[in-house]
């Protein structure tokens, strides 16, 4: 049947042409044998079937002709009619007949029973090609037309008078259709019922706001930007927002989202209309605004089940885009919560006993936006709340110089912030592999920090700080090379001396002494200066494990030791530990097994933790968690990782972020990173992407790095958002 068919012909006309044809046809009856009922069997056959032919042709089963169950019922309605003629009628005309009808009835059964599997391979082409000839040939029009032409055909030889009027009145019946007959009718009635271009009829309605339904015909989509009325059951009407539609073996079926803002004029209870043009309702863009509170918003997905306080899962709508690090929108009382994607996956959803795909993107809640600060919120939206991408907002944070911005939260204008100077006793870990940006993001927080007048130490074995930041015009705090090495060979000495290094032993302390006194005067002059100073320690030189760990203890016990004397400037110090697996070892990854290294390592942890208590703060780098002191990392408060591929690392940051994005932390795009603790301002972990900088990825030995493309007109730093549309897997990795 043809699209204007379908969308043309009113339910009365169906009944009017019933009606008027079942008198037509009883006057032909009467007029021709003189009974309302033929007594003569082969005579009751004909108009046995000429009845079935107009109820279930034109009223009940034509508008689902291309169901394959409407195509069975039909095929096994028409071959109970045939049965009883086998003994009468010719074997070879019969036996095609009823071989046609087995024919549609193994199509129509062989697609509901394949409808819940794959659609590839072998199992995919026998579905495409019952449903074709169930479809096609199952039609009741073509179904029972063959059986009433077959009967004509069996009793011709007994030129039976009603033959040839009843072959008449079947070809009149079956021109009506493709002449537009009925839907010419239609029109002829004026009514003040609401009318228009019929879609679909509701199958069914999924609290609170989602609509299912059963279009019309394959080609009943509505395109463009029009929204659709929804004649609800309870005899009011919305209009609704074509979210996405699905082509299966059991017709077409599409969902649609319900608003609450109300259609004038009156339908018919139950079926889904495109309003003409004189009476055009709200564009879909227009609906999605009023949905959201703010204009430009655009929908992207529905909430799913499975979702927590802390974690959303979000249906993904075909012509939607998701990326890592994407923040999505639910509107509620207390304003917009935010999310942000961590993860997608595809999936499959059952819907009207059929399977079809899907995508998910699990996005964990960053909050809601307070003064620049993302809060949390115990909120909990409901099974198909409508989830938005809302426009770039413009967010004045104003002029706070003790606080740190670490970078933009992608596809937002937002700003993350936090105040580093005044928590930065709490310790920070940054963690990530080489070439991931923590180096440089240090350089920003220790440049910070000395605009702040916090004085700044930073224990280097890479050779990066001095040249970095000469422009701070550091002081030079490192033993001299000669001491360096000096000490290496009698380290060296007490543990190969004779009778355990005894001698050896008590060079070895003298010598560590004057060290130490050394090393106690070079701080002491460091911090007599001015606040905010620039201090370097570099042990790039040596190569003796050992060495390191009893020259960085010597000078974290020396600066313990001034700041409890309160002769440090009565100002805050951050240390910063580059390399921290190499200064501030796990003691079983180490590689030394002694008891006197054991106990340098112990007791550098424990100098490190009670620095707090004096205003001396750590700023740890590192690229695997595995081996760097646990004792250190579980007490830095504030932790932000780059992209981490060790499990053990990963396996260490589920307690951190959680598991939705510790798994994701593998493929997080060069400069983006992921954000938690006490002086962040989210109170959940956060996504940011730390602002490209030119002139940092021309310098010698940074990491390579294309620069992106910005997005909504603000500076990104990844490449421009991987997309998910439901026709392609995800590009881009999340976080």
């Known amino acids: 049947m043809s699209k204007s068919v379908e969308n043309g012909t009113r339910p009365w006309v169906r009944v009017l042409i019933l009606s008027v044809a079942m ?5 032909v009856v009467v007029r021709t044998t003189g009974q309302i009922i033929p007594n003569d069997p082969s005579e009751a056959v004909l108009v046995q079937n000429s009845i079935l032919l107009l109820v279930l042709g034109s009223v009940i089963l034509e508008k689902h002709f291309t169901a394959p169950g409407d195509a069975l019922v039909n095929a096994f309605t028409a071959l109970i009619t045939i049965i009883p003629l086998f003994p009468s009628v010719s074997r070879g005309p019969w036996i095609a007949v009823a071989t046609y009808l087995v024919l549609v009835m193994v199509a129509g059964i062989v697609c509901l029973s394949l409808q819940s599997a794959g659609h590839g391979g072998r199992v995919g082409k026998a579905m495409a090609v019952a449903y074709l000839v169930a479809s096609k040939l199952g039609r009741a029009q073509v179904v029972f037309s063959v059986v009433f032409l077959a009967a004509i055909f069996f009793f011709a030889s007994e030129r039976s008078a009603l033959a040839l009027p009843l072959l008449v009145f079947w070809g009149l019946y079956l021109a009506i259709w493709p002449l537009g007959i009925p839907q010419f009718i239609s029109r002829l009635k004026k009514s003040s019922a609401w009318r228009g271009v019929l879609v679909g009829n509701l199958d069914r309605i999924d609290s609170p706001n989602i609509a299912r339904v059963a279009l019309a015909t394959s080609e009943s989509w509505p395109g463009g930007d029009a929204s659709v009325a929804i004649h609800l059951h309870d005899g009011s009407a919305r209009w609704g927002i074509p979210l996405f539609r699905e082509n299966r073996s059991d017709g077409s079926w599409a969902t649609f989202l319900i608003s609450p803002q109300i259609v004038p ?12 043009s004189a009476e055009a309702g709200p564009t879909c863009s227009e609906l999605v605004a009023g949905l959201a509170g703010v204009v430009g918003a655009s929908l992207v997905g ?13 249906e993904i709508l075909p012509d939607s885009q998701v990326s890592s690090g994407q923040v999505f929108v639910v509107p509620s009382s207390e304003g917009p919560v935010h999310y942000q994607v961590a993860e997608a996956e595809t999936a499959e959803e059952s819907f009207g006993g059929l399977n079809y795909g899907a995508h ?5 809640q960053i909050g809601l936006l307070k003064n620049g600060r993302f809060e949390r919120f115990n909120y909990l939206p409901m099974m198909n709340e409508l989830v938005f991408e809302w426009p770039t907002p413009v967010v004045e944070l104003g002029n706070d110089d003790r606080r740190f911005t670490l970078g933009v939260v ?6 993350l912030r936090g105040d580093f100077v005044q928590n930065l006793e709490s310790h920070t870990a940054i963690l990530g592999t080489t070439g991931s940006g923590k180096t440089e993001f240090a350089f920003d927080l220790i440049r910070h920090a000395l605009q702040n007048r916090v004085n700044v130490i930073c224990i280097d074995l890479t050779s990066q700080y001095a040249p970095r930041l000469s422009d701070l015009d550091p002081v030079q705090l490192s033993i001299s090379a000669a001491q360096a090495a000096d000490l290496g060979k009698r380290l060296f000495e007490a543990e190969t001396g004779a009778y355990g290094g005894g001698a050896e032993k008590k060079v070895l302390d003298q010598f560590a002494k004057d060290i130490r006194a050394d090393i106690r005067k070079a701080l002491e002059d460091f911090f007599a200066g001015s606040a905010g100073s620039l201090g370097l320690i570099e042990l790039n030189e040596i190569s003796n494990t050992k ?28 240390v910063v530990v580059e390399e921290a697996h190499t200064v501030m070892p796990e003691a079983s990854f180490s590689g030394l097994g002694d008891f006197d290294s054991k106990g ?12 707090r208590k004096y205003g001396v703060g750590l700023l740890v780098l590192a690229q695997r968690t595995a081996t760097v002191s646990k004792s250190v990392l579980t007490q830095c408060n504030t932790i932000v990782s780059f992209s981490c591929v060790d499990d053990t690392s990963i396996n260490f940051l589920r307690n951190v972020y959680g598991s939705t994005i510790a798994e994701g932390l593998p493929q997080l795009p060069r400069l983006r990173a992921i954000a938690h603790g006490l002086w962040i301002d989210a109170e959940q972990p956060i996504a940011f992407d730390v602002p490209y900088d030119k002139n940092k990825a021309d310098r010698k030995g940074w990491a390579l790095q294309t620069q992106p493309q910005p997005q909504n007109g603000t500076a990104s730093t990844t490449a421009a958002p991987i997309a998910l549309p439901v026709s392609a897997p995800m590009e881009d990795a999340p976080f």
Do not use: D, F, H
Not at 302 to 314: P, Q, T
Not at 410 to 415: A, E, H, L, R
Not at 600 to 611: E, F, R, S, V, W
């Open 360 to 364: 998910i993107a699990s996005a964990t």
């Open 600 to 611: 340098t390592i112990a007791k550098i942890t424990q100098i490190a933790l009670q620095g």
């Open 23 to 27: 008198v037509i046809l009883g006057i």
């Open 302 to 314: 529905i909430v799913r089940e499975g979702s927590n306080l802390s974690r959303l899962r979000v």
């Open 410 to 415: 992608p596809g937002t204008g937002v700003s």
């Open 547 to 574: 060495a390191t760990l009893w020259i960085t203890e010597m000078y974290l016990s020396t600066l313990l030791e001034l700041a409890r004397e309160g002769k440090t400037g009565n100002n805050k110090t951050v």
């Open 265 to 276: 004029g009156s339908g018919r209870a139950g079926t889904v209309v495109l309003p003409p």
